[in-house]
């Protein structure tokens, strides 16, 4: 697992969640260490939260029969103007195979809140009051969260 963050902090972040690799995307150069740390290979997947130039850089990294998903865009949007278009993931991610493999999505769902009870999932969440939605509108537009942002009344 290769990890993009902007800017350190959230590299460690990253780092102290498991990736084998955290890389910074507002780093020059960024890419480049993705391909050194993936020693050759293509990336096989990418999850992609942030859209723009970062996602254009990011697609370059897959291999043949590679996936881009999508689940948002912090950045200026999705496209080059080339004709590539990436459609928003509409539907969960978890294809037939995958469900059935797993036992079934409740058997999915077990799974990963089992594993959130022992402490080994750990959501990202950045809180802001509701009377400080200004502000937390801010942070997002300035990359200054991590994870999902709630705003509580």
Known sequence: VVGLAG????????????????????APGWAAEV???????AATIVYDGVGGAVAREAVALLGPGGRHLVFGWSAEGIGDGRGYVVEGVSE???????????GG????????????????????????PLAAAA???????????????????
Do not use: S
């Open 7 to 26: 800017g350190p902090a959230k590299t460690r972040r990253v780092r102290a969640d498991g990736a084998a690799l955290a890389v910074d995307y507002t």
């Open 92 to 102: 969960p991610v978890l294809g037939p195979e995958l469900v059935r493999r797993g």
């Open 135 to 153: 502000a937390a509108h801010r942070a997002l537009e300035n990359r200054g969260t991590v994870g999902k942002v709630v705003l509580e009344p």
């Open 105 to 128: 999505l409740r058997a999915l769902e077990e799974r990963a809140l089992a594993q959130a009870a022992r402490g080994r999932l750990r959501p990202a969440v950045t809180r802001f």
């Open 35 to 41: 391909r050194a740390g993936l020693g050759g290979r």
